[in-house]
Structure formats: structure tokens, C-alpha cells
């Protein structure tokens, strides 16, 4: 079946970069996206990118999609605390307009 | 409210129980999703309504769980007989769209089944 896959854990020094890594199974993905989640508040959507894209950036955010690989990553630049957070892959379910396929995220712990 | 807000955000029971979860979405939001994280895993897709369509059940993992949702207002999530394996955190969704809209979700309600 359909899977997404994360590491849990990923601990970066503040002003360091962070690479958040996510597999997937379906080649037939449109949209990946990630979605963070702060302490106490909802998932929110930070950014996707269209099957067709190799790369997007959006200011300190960039994310790269190898569909050869089926491997998608986030990179934050100029890490900071108030990026601390469980970032969340999914991917656009195949044969479906509404149903997203979810990894289990990644808790990003920022070092002083 | 702006956001979508869950109640309880916690709620203890005795195995055997039945609970009930609310969700209220952003007004003018027609899509409406519930799914169920547990620790360390991803989240788990439950039901989904859209409008006035059936919704879709196919997540739900038994039938000890149900949901109601009537038109485009508050919906609940239903969990009858509560089992130890039910305790999880629910997270509600809405969107705006049927395809490829952005889901807003609430702060979940975090179930715990003595």
C-alpha cells in the first residue's frame, strides 16, 4: 500500500541548516506537501510542491522533489528556535482528490 | 472563531465507555475530515464529508466509531465501548475544497482509555 515515511528526530544548533527527509511510495503523486505543527496549536500547512517541480523556494524554505527516488525534502535556512516543531510529509492519495497519505513527522530540536 | 476548534481537548474514560468528540470547522469550509494519530505514526485517515455527499467511511476502524455531520456545520466522532487501543489523539480538518485545498486543522482531542 501507500506509505510516507520520516525520520522521528532531527537535532540542529541554532543558525545551522536543517534537512528534513521524507520517502514515499506512489509515483503517481501530484502535490507533496509539508504541514507543521507547533507546540499546542494544529497542523499547519507550510509549503507543497506540484509533481512536475524539481525544487521550490520560499524565502528561508526550500524543498526538492527526486521523483526517481520518490524522496522529497524540506530545508530550513538560518535555523531558529521558533522553528522548533514536528514537520509532516504527506502525499496526495492515489485515485483520490481528497485523501492525503501522512508520515508520522519529524520533531526538529533546536540546539543553542 | 477563525480556526477550527475540537472539544474536549483531553478527555480520560474507563474502558467500556462511550465518547463523543466535536468539531467545529471554519464557517464555509464544506470539507471536513477526522483522523487519528497515535504516537509515533502518521496520521491515520478516518472519515471525510463533503457538502451534502455521503461521506466516506472507509477509514473507520470498526464499528464502534461513527460520525455525524449536518451540512456544513459542527460535526462529532463517536467511539462506542471505548478500548484501550482507542486512546489517541483525534485531529479535525476543514477545507475549503474538495481537491488540493489547504487542510486547517483544529488542536486535536487527545483520548486516553483507562
Known amino acids: 500500500g501507500e506509505d510516507v515515511e520520516q525520520s522521528l528526530f532531527l537535532s540542529v544548533r541554532e543558525g545551522d541548516s536543517s534537512v528534513i527527509n521524507c520517502t514515499y511510495t506512489d509515483s503517481s503523486s501530484t502535490y507533496l506537501y509539508w504541514y507543521k505543527q507547533e507546540p499546542g496549536a494544529g497542523l499547519q500547512l507550510l509549503t507543497y510542491i506540484f509533481s512536475n517541480m524539481d525544487m521550490k523556494q520560499d524565502q528561508r524554505l526550500t524543498v526538492l522533489l527526486n521523483k526517481k527516488d520518490k524522496h522529497l525534502s524540506l530545508r530550513i535556512a538560518d535555523t531558529q528556535t521558533g522553528d522548533s516543531a514536528i514537520y509532516f510529509c504527506?502525499?496526495?492519495?492515489?485515485?483520490?482528490?481528497?485523501?492525503?497519505?501522512w508520515g508520522a513527522g519529524t520533531k526538529l530540536i533546536i540546539k543553542p | 472563531g477563525a480556526g477550527v476548534s475540537q472539544s474536549p481537548s483531553n478527555k480520560v474514560t474507563e474502558k467500556g465507555k462511550d465518547v463523543e468528540l466535536r468539531c467545529d470547522p471554519i464557517?464555509?469550509?464544506?470539507?471536513l475530515y477526522w483522523y487519528r494519530q497515535r504516537l509515533g505514526q502518521g496520521l491515520e485517515f478516518l472519515i471525510y464529508?463533503?457538502?451534502?455527499?455521503?461521506?466516506?467511511k472507509s477509514g473507520l476502524p470498526s464499528d464502534r466509531f461513527s460520525a455525524e455531520r449536518t451540512g456544513e456545520s459542527v460535526s462529532t466522532l463517536t467511539i462506542q465501548r471505548t478500548q484501550q487501543e482507542d486512546s489517541a489523539v483525534y485531529l479535525c480538518?476543514?477545507?475549503?475544497?474538495?481537491?488540493?485545498?489547504?487542510?486547517?486543522f483544529g488542536e486535536g482531542s487527545r483520548l486516553t482509555v483507562l
Open positions: 464529508f463533503q457538502g451534502n455527499s455521503a461521506p466516506d
Open positions: 464557517s464555509g469550509h464544506t470539507a
Open positions: 504527506a502525499e496526495r492519495a492515489r485515485d483520490s482528490n481528497y485523501q492525503l497519505i
Open positions: 480538518a476543514s477545507s475549503q475544497r474538495t481537491s488540493g485545498g489547504e487542510l486547517f
